[in-house]
T-cell receptor
């Protein structure tokens, strides 16, 4: 089945540690996105990539880093510089082009920093 | 900032139509209206989108006013599984694929 996978579903880390969240898609989509969601809030864009080896900062990129070495993969690293990393992280992918931006979302990773 | 305004919560009786309004008074001519929903602790799910004309698919109908300043998502026969937060989003491809999620409407379908 085609889709987006995120792992792990729950992640616990100590304060000051970097942590990398995985996102893989087999939908052959060019674009991939990372969002953060805090309790009771909408999603906020962290980073997005429209093509391999290229990515752009979203609205809240500080303290995060990404890479896009393969079309299928878009890992997100939460660094120790992120002041409040505990949140629900969602990865999405889509085709690109005019008039079409149905984004497919993964199941999410809930990160808790202790 | 989100370019849409939605009521924070709504209730609907099971089996009845759920009509979710959205105001997007500053929408420009080439921006689409998208609807997503998010069931608790899951990733959002695409529902439907439209530009000018009303749209219908297997999940819902989207009614856009003639001036495009508002729209309504209609779930024709709501079930308990439709309980979720519904997001109305305006989007154009030159935004680089960015979807700006507001607070959405929390729909509670009650038996």
């Amino acid at each position: 089945d085609g889709g987006i996978t995120q792992s792990p579903k729950y992640l616990f880390r100590k304060e000051g540690q970097n942590v990398t969240l995985s996102c893989e898609q087999n939908l052959n989509h060019d674009a991939m996105y990372w969002y953060r969601q805090d309790p009771g809030q909408g999603l906020r864009l962290i980073y997005y990539s429209q093509i391999v080896n290229d990515f752009q900062k979203g609205d809240i990129a500080e303290g995060y880093s990404v890479s896009r070495e393969k079309k299928e993969s878009f890992p997100l690293t939460v660094t120790s510089a992120q002041k409040n990393p505990t949140a629900f992280y969602l990865c999405a992918s889509s085709r690109t082009g005019d008039g079409y931006n149905e984004q497919f979302f993964g199941p999410g990773t809930r990160l808790t920093v202790l | 900032d989100a370019k849409t305004t939605q009521p924070p919560s709504m209730d609907c009786a099971e089996g009845r139509a759920a009509n979710l309004p959205c105001n997007h008074s500053t929408i420009s001519g080439n921006e689409y209206v998208y609807w997503y929903r998010q069931i608790h602790s899951q990733g959002p799910q695409y529902i439907i989108h439209g530009l000018k004309n009303n749209e219908t698919n297997e999940m819902a109908s989207l009614i856009i006013t003639e001036d495009r300043k508002s729209s309504t998502l209609i779930l024709p026969h709501a079930t308990l599984r439709d309980t979720a937060v519904y997001y109305c989003i305006v989007w154009y491809y030159n935004q680089g694929g960015k979807l700006i999620f507001g607070q959405g409407t929390e729909l509670s379908v009650k038996p």
